[in-house]
């Protein structure tokens, strides 16, 4: 059975669940109980029952249609992969289309019943929904536990408890300061699920979820104590000791239900896009629930200086991974060996993995040579993988975790000759690249002041890249970590802090021509200030990635002598940093890259 | 008796009223009962008690001190003008300094009582501190009236009724849309007191304030009707006459309040930013009041085809009177005529004066010479008056009402020899008035994201302006029109629109050297649509003002290749289209300014 016909399957099913159970929409979205960004496979229903497998999406069943909401980043996926089946993907973003609350509100009317399952929805999802759609919800109907029958388990594997030489900063001042904003608030404690925060405060990690280095877990700090909620496999008996000395107690993963219900008579803070409505709807019994901002208490993206010096140290390590790797890959396929693009991503990660201090990928590799690369998200696949030519783009957006740094980046990497139309986009989305990396703001700008010099260039041409310009990246912690976020859309649900020293983020503008290339720079960015005169204080960018575009993909023409004079600024930087690390074959490239004076 | 007795009397005296009325603080803020931004001599109470001249500002006086505070605009004028006063200056936008709201938070007791002119206070303004001071107000007290002796009258003039020639509306059909919001805001009315959106929906105009073409009015439409309250003196018979036509009903302005008390049981729209606190107390006794933004109904910042014709002609009489004017004032000067600020103020209006169509100047033209120009809204005083000499740059920052278009425009005029710092700062200055007269950008930018577009240049090397880089211009109207407003500072309490075709709006950076001279350009642009692509519609702007940067003022080798080409393609737009209606010497100038072949 093919799998579109296999996706048509399950789909028939749950309609038969849903009719059963009197529900009109069954709503899947694609989250965990801690409103994680990365799912681990123990939570990935939506993908089970819609056959897509991005990272993000919401599918929603009724009788009529099965809708699969998609971002910018899976127009193009979205389609591919559910080519053939019933499956309609709505491509939010594009004028006319509805979002998913208005999706509800047009289709349903009142007396429809509309279910999902709490703990995989947010309460602000679920508060946005609620108040726009005149329904009836079940919010505690799982029907694709009856139809996906080898849901796997959730790994649990041990945590790791981190140093302050990698974090910066102690677990007790973390709490500290968590207190301190409880006081301010006059409140008794806060809640948090989000894993990050969790794994930031009490300076753990974990691997229960591919890519991040989180555990599942929960945490409830009050005035006086703090409780760290571990899944049973996650800890022994040293762990407990360990946190003894920091006040801290361990408790079961699996109890925090109950233990919600127990708390009465609180004024308790908590994150409603980290929380289940669920988890929600329990606290809200019997205590004050007050809405918050976890990064509001928590402010883990202004990263302290040890987190600063890993990142600008473990950003050498990567680079020398990243441009070793480029030099082997290119060296693989010119010599005539049979290279795809499956090969090409596995063989990056052995070049990271022999890194002083390498923890795992930070996500997993995008690796997409000529067509592939202009699906924005392209996961290859062993059996589908293409094959590496002597020509054309290659587009590996990758990363890693090491011992107190995370890293992103993407080079669009020439493997031979190119068309005019490939190296004029490769240098239009370069002049935006550099450009945001140059900028220099005032104290008080916020990101989406800057998204335009990301974009001007493709803009001025009628061309644009479906995805935010920048988001921000945690240290040694998710990939993907909120607040930041460069785009130029203001969203009042989203409000973006001031850019502020300290804050790493990423700079990646693209262009993705459907059909035949994709092109995306990403340079890790650190604010960093630049200098204060009598009209205050100037900011700027120091770039942490220290990987070269590459010469033979730019047309020098199109560029300004401004813009120009930045990528040689950013090369001789590389090769400062970069080239005494470097292999023989390594340097060469380096200075080829790197040299412009000839 | 010096300026500065008279203002230290003029606040003693107040504060022996503040006593006998058992008031600790008093306010007066800069405005008139309709929340104008320009106010009438007959309303100018802040600047009487304070000395300070400016157009914007608060002044609150308490038993220890008088505090003034002021925005970036004016904090040089204000330290001038209230030199050896007890008046305090708060300069609104430096770190540190208090915001209105915060000082009376910081300098009151809950038993204090303050006081003010309700008349005077917009309701918002009142909320806002209402909602963060604890303190009792007394919201009827006109103290001021009691020193102020001669308070001059405000003018009546009477109206005039614009053609749909001029407006490209009716007025039915004006009023029809803001009774389609009523409908779907399911409201009884909607009560105006703005004066450019009275105007604007009823295609009238005024005199009553100088600058502004507006008339002192108040308007309440309903579901059924129209009731237009005008001056007694503002209208006869014929205005009746032809608004019973439209529907329209015609009252008295002095009866509004008594008229607002009558409303019972209704459900009335009103913006708060523009409606008195007294008035917004009158209407909220029996009457459900829902706060909305003029903006939101009355979309007058998105011109019509006929008031976009009028702007783009009318540009080319006010470009020909200013480069007339510029030609005749460098030539005086060099044959040696005395000359001084005030003169060459005066003389710049007799040319657009002489120009069909013209009703009066926008606002009060601002000629400063070296040092004067750094003050931003410098206001020539004809006994101070600098003279102008044959070197230095005079900043004129001008306009006018022509019968269906405003201008705004500021060319700063260099007079012969200037110094290197000079032409830098002309020229980095330039850069930014290019690079925002040339953005491109996607349907859905917002001001905010162009900011940095006009900023950067100056940023890169530790400079600024304390002011925005844009504003809204009215057609025929108030050359400040909200709610466009271009600046970095994303302010959730004036969410700015999406950039759409038919908005006009400023481009005017500057640069200030305080003792020195200041440098501003500003030119006006028209949003228009550009391409529409597979990305979605791209938009840019079309320079409606037609002067030149003067060529001798510019340091070519700081343009970058791309700035220049803007330069040229503008310079070529301003020869094609002004070049016919000049003088031999304009012509000569202008050919001169506009060709860089050489």
Request: glycine content about 6%.
């Amino acid at each position: 059975m093919d799998n579109s016909n296999i996706v048509d399957l399950r789909i028939k099913k749950l309609r038969e669940l849903m009719s059963e159970n009197d529900i009109s929409f069954y709503i899947i979205p694609t989250s965990d109980p801690h409103g994680s960004e990365y799912i681990d496979n123990a939570y990935k229903t939506r993908e089970y029952m819609s056959g897509f497998t991005g990272s993000a999406g919401t599918l929603i069943v009724s009788k009529n249609e099965a809708a699969l909401f998609v971002d910018g980043r899976y127009h193009i996926q979205a389609d591919l992969e559910t080519k053939e089946t019933c499956i309609s993907v709505y491509k939010l973003g594009i004028d006319g289309v509805p979002s998913v609350k208005e999706y509800l509100n047009n289709q349903t009317v009142p007396e429809d019943r509309i279910g999902f399952d709490g703990r995989l929805m947010m309460e602000d999802v679920f508060e946005s929904i609620n108040g726009t759609v005149d329904a009836t919800f079940d919010c505690e109907l799982n029907l694709v536990r009856d139809i996906y029958e080898n849901i796997p388990k959730s790994r649990e594997e041990k945590i790791i408890i981190l140093d302050d030489e990698i974090t910066g900063e102690s677990c007790e001042s973390k709490i500290e300061k968590v207190r301190i904003f409880i006081k301010e608030k006059d409140a008794d404690g806060l809640f948090l699920s989000s894993l990050d925060d969790i794994c930031y405060v009490f300076n753990i990690r974990g691997s229960d979820i591919a890519y991040n280095t989180v555990a599942y877990s929960y945490a409830y700090i009050t005035r006086e104590s703090a409780t760290l909620y571990l899944k049973r496999n996650a800890y022994d008996e040293s762990t407990t000791k360990s946190f003894d000395l920091s006040s801290v107690n361990i408790a079961n993963y699996e109890e925090i239900e109950e233990e919600l219900y127990k708390i009465k008579g609180k004024k308790i803070l908590l994150d409603k896009e980290y929380t289940s409505c669920l988890f929600y709807k329990a606290l809200s019994v019997g205590n004050e629930v007050i809405s918050i901002k976890n990064y509001d208490v928590i402010k883990k993206y202004i990263k302290n200086e040890i987190e600063q010096k890993h990142a600008r140290n473990y950003a050498i390590a990567d680079a020398v991974a990243l441009i070793e790797y480029i030099v082997s890959l290119k060296s693989s396929i010119h010599e005539g060996f049979e290279v795809d693009e499956y090969f090409a991503k596995e063989y990056l990660t052995s070049f990271r993995a022999n890194m002083k201090g390498f923890y795992c990928l930070s996500f997993d590799t995008i690796c997409g040579y000529k067509e592939n690369g202009a699906i924005v998200h392209y996961s290859v696949n062993k059996d589908s993988a293409k094959e590496l030519e002597n020509n054309g783009l290659l587009l590996v957006d990758s990363g890693a975790h090491y011992m107190g740094a995370t890293t992103d980046v993407t080079r669009t990497i020439p493997l031979g000759e190119l068309s005019d139309e490939e190296r004029a986009a490769y240098t239009v989305v370069l002049k935006g690249n550099l450009k945001l990396m140059d900028a220099i703001f005032l104290k008080g700008t916020r990101c989406e002041n800057l998204d335009i010099l990301a974009r001007e260039s493709l803009w001025k041409i009628g061309l644009d890249y479906r995805h935010g310009t920048g988001h921000g990246i945690g240290s040694f912690l998710n990939v993907h970590e909120g607040p930041i976020r460069i785009g130029y859309k203001i969203r009042e649900d989203m409000p973006q802090p001031e850019l502020t020293p300290g804050m790493i983020l990423s700079d990646e503008p693209g262009y993705y021509a459907a059909g035949k290339f994709g092109i995306r720079h990403e340079t890790q960015l650190l604010c960093v200030k630049k200098y204060e005169t009598e009209y205050g204080e100037f900011y700027g960018f120091e770039p942490l990635t220290l990987v070269p575009f590459e010469k033979d993909a730019i047309c020098f023409e199109l560029l300004t002598a401004e813009e120009f004079d930045i990528l040689k600024r950013y090369s001789d930087l590389i090769r400062e940093k970069v080239m005494p690390y470097l292999s023989e074959d390594g340097k060469k490239w380096l200075d080829y890259n790197t040299n412009f004076i000839d």
